[in-house]
RNA sequence: GGUGAGGUUCCCGAGUGGCCAAAGGGAUCAGACUGUAAAUCUGACGCGUAAGCUUCGGUGGUUCGAAUCCACCCCUCACCA
């Protein structure tokens, strides 16, 4: 590769911030650096916040470098305040506990620990802050921070300049802790870069004086932008949630349909983000979908390699047969086997007892089949005639007539009902 | 410990005795238009097909009637000590 690293990552305008680029610069060109990112277990799985982290990680690790990727056993416990506008309710230990076992697995997923002397690593700062000594942290570390400085990081600002906000001890803590990690994995594993979200400039900064303080090594940073979209709502969430990584919290298939959404305004960024498609090959995808009228392609390719990455060829053959079968708009094409494979695939499915549903009104079915967060909902698409069912729309009329809506006549192959509410959202019932 | 400000439906935020299931904005969902896009327009947005039912930190109370008044409690924040 004639590029560095780093000029990559520039031009996919993944560096927010880095200490003194030129000697980083010079730093990773001098042979395989060791560089770690934290991720703290705020819930039982990543979602797709991490996700460019985790990439960079990977970027570093083609590059030769040695990441290290640390699961934050103890900060988890604290909490971050970075950018936070209000406290937040501690997680008990056990959960906690839980969390991190879960975030280990899906890291690993990411990066390779089999390749020689830059095999990556798998960390928990639990290891070496469960047993610190109170009067040692306070004497030889805490020692090293000035509050002066601390409470002038723009991260906690706002917690303590504006009205109506405050933070705890706990919480305003938690720069230090993090800080101590660089530290610890500066002195156990050589380890001289950390990464991470911008918003973890400050905690990550503390980081390095922290290191060249006690350590006397000097360290670097380099953050990684806040993810945006151009219409200014929230990356990373829909109408379902949040867009996790873990296949059964979000399955291939509907994370697959996240990206193919994406807005023509974003989806050349993103490719950049989120794929190893080098900058040249994304310029390319950009100018020919510029060309060719009508629909670009780019939300198809970020979709697929985004999908390849997290859930592997099969997750990726899944989603597309699923999404083929539902947005083609032919489903007759469709075998017996075809439907028994859907479900399979992460269609969202579920079996229908005529019998106990009988009397129940259509609005109620499919909420409760979690069509739609409320029977209004189902409502609204009923009275627009926006229900389908194998292929028929059905309207208000309806709605009280579940038994001849899913009458077993009706069923394809004598027991799926494939159900259309709106344009995007499907659902597979089979009979009992 | 003292003083002050607060806790409203997913979020922000109006509402200070009936006209309040509760303004407005955001987010979200559906329809039209489209490219499973954006923008725009329309409708929905506590629960319920409906009749109706349950909400405004909690518990009691005043009242024909309370998100609104009173008492106590819980929680958050700010300033002071």
């Known amino acids: 590769m004639s590029e560095t690293l780093l000029q990559d990552l520039k031009a996919r305008g993944l560096v927010a911030q880095m200490t003194s680029e030129e000697e ?22 990543l979602h797709i916040g991490s ?21 934050g056993g103890a900060t988890g416990l604290i909490g971050d305040p970075s950018f936070k506008a209000q406290e937040r309710k501690l997680n008990d230990d056990s959960t906690v506990a839980g969390w991190v076992e879960k975030l280990k697995k899906q890291v690993s997923a990411f990066i390779s620990f089999d390749c020689g002397d830059n095999s990556a690593e798998v960390v ?9 000594n109170i009067l040692t942290f306070l004497r030889d ?35 230090i802790l993090q800080s101590y990690d660089f530290q610890q994995l500066n002195a156990s594993h050589g380890c001289t870069l950390q990464i991470g979200g911008s918003d973890q400039w400050g905690n990550i900064t503390g980081g390095t004086e922290l290191t060249r303080r006690m350590n ?45 959404q994406t807005a023509d305004a974003d989806v050349y960024r993103f490719l950049k983000y989120f794929t190893f498609l080098s900058v040249s090959e994304i310029e390319q995808i950009e100018k020919d979908d510029a060309e060719r009228q009508g629909r670009p392609e780019a939300q198809r390719v970020l979709a697929e390699e985004t999908t390849r990455l997290i859930h592997g060829e099969e997750g990726l053959a899944a989603a597309k047969r699923i999404t083929e079968a539902l947005f083609s708009g032919d489903t007759s094409s469709l075998s017996e086997q075809d439907y028994a494979q ?20 259509l609005t109620t079915i499919l909420s409760e089949a979690g069509m739609a967060p409320g029977g209004k909902q189902v409502k609204d698409a009923l009275q627009r005639n926006a229900v389908i069912v194998n292929g028929n729309a059905h309207g208000m ?30 659902h597979l019932f089979t009979n009992a």
Not at 24 to 45: I, N, Q, R
Not at 242 to 259: C, E, G, N, R, V
Not at 342 to 361: F, I, Y
């Open 24 to 45: 980083l610069e010079k730093h990773l060109s001098e042979g395989s650096v060791t560089l770690y990112c934290g991720f703290d277990p705020t819930a039982d799985s």
């Open 51 to 71: 996700l460019v982290p985790l990439l960079t990680l990977k970027r570093f690790q083609e590059y030769g470098h040695k990441p290290l990727a640390l699961v």
């Open 141 to 175: 570390i805490g020692k090293h921070f000035s509050v002066n400085q601390m409470i002038a990081k723009e991260s906690v600002k706002q917690r303590i300049d504006r009205e109506g906000a405050g933070i705890s001890y706990t919480e305003f803590t938690y720069m």
């Open 216 to 260: 006397g090594n000097q360290v670097f940073g380099l953050t990684l932008p806040l993810i945006t979209k151009s219409d200014g709502t929230k990356f990373g969430k829909t109408e379902s949630g949040t867009i996790w990584l873990d296949a059964a919290k979000t399955s291939p298939y509907a994370f697959y349909q996240f990206w193919l």
């Open 397 to 426: 009329d309806d709605n009280m007539n579940a038994t001849g809506v899913f009458a077993a006549e009706n069923a394809l192959f004598g027991k799926y009902f494939l159900v259309k509410l709106g344009k995007k959202k499907h």
């Open 124 to 132: 928990n700062n639990l290891d070496w802050t469960q047993n610190v």
């Open 342 to 361: 859907l479900a399979q695939d992460g269609l969202p499915s579920s079996v229908l007892d005529l019998d106990a549903v009988a009397d129940s009104p």
